[in-house]
């Protein structure tokens, strides 16, 4: 069973043990190196670390979530009487509950906005951001459909917006077919971004919002159902859960420039390298200063998350993180942790 399709809401690791199987990914020996420069240094397991007891909960993003899932269950492996359970809410769902201190480590697609840091200030949540993975937007389509291929953003824009409806105005030798869109719904990080990189602003300066109708969910497995199941779907979700569902989909090309002779399609090396422009992101996690500073468990966990991060992202179907993002992440969560690093977000 997909990984993907095993998640849904708060999974405690340790019940998911019967649900699914992985092959733990990695220990202080068999660490694999993030691509390109000095990566992290490999996770390096204390002697007790058996015996460590405690809690982690996290929420947020249902396209880093699999990923923290992901490092859950391989770190249980190790540290059997952690408990870590991963929600997944969206992006901005997750930051209500982790600005509300309902959660320790929050999930994100994309950086903390204004209005989410501004309520972690007047709950006096503390954060640090630390990269962990890269993700790219995958537009996609049935597998049924073989004649759309590549497209412009501009395209995609006046798909989004409703100002195309059906393939054929696309280009005329494509089928009379409707257009049935699927994608994030308003609580996801992903929706954020491509609704900012491809609606763009208006004249206030305000991201501009779909005006054509479409399904939204901030569960990329039901948008995965609906594009593959809809004759005319057409949608857009995290690469990974295109990666789990190729056979059932087919992915586009996408053209920054207007020119489709320059369109370039979603791959690992195309999304780290930012080829695959302008859906390729990192990918975040935020966790909260005060549960850093008390919580042994959350430490350990992040330790092993961040060291063995590219591989722990690979066997997911995500993107690993340029090494030097990696490596960064990891210095930056040993002076967290020892308080030589002040948080990113610190309250008033």
């Known amino acids: 069973m997909s990984l993907f399709a095993t998640i849904r809401r708060t999974l405690p690791v340790v019940a998911l043990a019967a649900t699914f199987a992985l092959t733990p990914l990695a220990s202080a020996q068999d660490s694999t190196p993030a691509t390109g420069g000095a990566g992290?240094?490999?996770?390096?397991?204390?002697?007790?670390?058996?015996?460590?007891?405690?809690?982690?909960?996290?929420?947020?993003?249902?396209?880093?979530?699999?990923?923290?899932?992901?490092?859950?269950?391989?770190?249980?492996?190790?540290?059997?009487?952690?408990?870590?359970?991963?929600?997944?809410?969206?992006?901005g769902g997750g930051f209500e509950s982790f600005c509300a201190g309902d959660t320790d480590l929050s999930n994100a697609s994309r950086p903390i906005n204004e209005d989410e840091a501004a309520a972690c200030v007047e709950s006096g949540t503390e954060y640090y951001e630390f990269e962990v993975a890269f993700d790219g937007i995958a537009i996609v389509v049935p597998e049924s459909n073989?004649?759309?291929?590549?497209?412009?953003?501009?395209?995609l824009r006046a798909i989004?917006?409703?100002?195309?409806?059906?393939?054929?105005?696309?280009?005329?030798?494509?089928?009379?077919?409707?257009?049935?869109?699927?994608?994030?719904?308003?609580?996801?990080?992903?929706?954020?971004?491509?609704?900012?990189?491809i609606l763009g602003e208006d004249e206030a300066g305000e991201t501009v919002t779909p005006a054509a109708d479409y399904e939204p969910s901030e569960d990329d497995n039901t948008l995965v159902e609906g594009v593959a199941g809809t004759e005319g779907g057409f949608g857009y979700f995290g690469f990974a859960y295109f990666e789990e569902n190729q056979d059932r989909l087919n992915v586009m090309s996408i053209s920054a420039d207007g020119d489709l002779a320059n369109a370039v399609e979603p791959t690992a090396d195309s999304i780290r390298v930012g080829d695959y422009a302008p859906l390729a992101r990192p990918l975040y996690v935020y966790v909260s200063a005060a549960s850093l500073s008390e919580n042994?468990?959350?430490?350990?966990?992040?330790?092993?998350?961040?060291?063995?991060?590219?591989?722990?992202?690979?066997?997911?179907?995500?993107?690993?993180?340029?090494?030097?993002?990696?490596?960064?992440?990891?210095?930056?969560?040993?002076?967290?942790?020892?308080?030589?690093?002040?948080?990113?977000?610190?309250?008033?």
């Open 40 to 91: 992290p240094t490999p996770y390096g397991a204390p002697a007790d670390l058996g015996e460590l007891e405690g809690e982690v909960n996290a929420d947020g993003s249902s396209t880093v979530g699999p990923i923290t899932q992901a490092a859950a269950e391989t770190f249980n492996g190790i540290a059997p009487n952690v408990d870590i359970s991963v929600n997944i809410s969206g992006t």
């Open 146 to 155: 073989t004649f759309l291929t590549s497209m412009t953003t501009e395209t």
């Open 296 to 348: 042994t468990a959350l430490q350990e966990f992040l330790r092993y998350f961040i060291a063995d991060a590219a591989a722990i992202a690979n066997s997911t179907g995500a993107v690993d993180a340029p090494a030097a993002d990696l490596l960064a992440s990891q210095e930056k969560l040993e002076g967290a942790i020892d308080g030589s690093i002040a948080p990113d977000g610190a309250a008033a």
């Open 160 to 197: 989004w917006m409703g100002e195309i409806t059906n393939f054929n105005e696309i280009d005329p030798s494509y089928p009379d077919l409707e257009i049935s869109l699927f994608g994030a719904g308003e609580q996801s990080g992903t929706y954020d971004y491509f609704n900012e990189e």
